[in-house]
């Protein structure tokens, strides 16, 4: 399978779009990975990818975590 990548300059804006996903659950919300991920109806360690900015994860995952 061919890895995905993102091109450098677009690599900050994924970072920062992704992290804003983890502090809004964090300190908005104050939810656990545990109950974000049973909510999106996608595996714990596919959160920790969606919040990381991984360009291979589904962009499915990403709609039902936001």
Do not use: C, D
């Not at 061919?2 to 994924?14: N, T």
């Amino acid at each position: 399978m061919k890895k995905q990548s993102v091109l450098p300059k677009f690599q900050v804006v994924y970072w920062n779009r992704w992290e804003n996903i983890k502090l809004a659950r964090k300190h908005r919300h104050k939810l656990t990975t545990v109950q974000v991920a049973e909510r999106a109806g996608i595996a714990r360690s596919t959160l920790y990818l969606v919040e990381k900015g991984n360009p291979s994860v589904a962009i499915g995952a990403y709609f039902n975590v936001l």
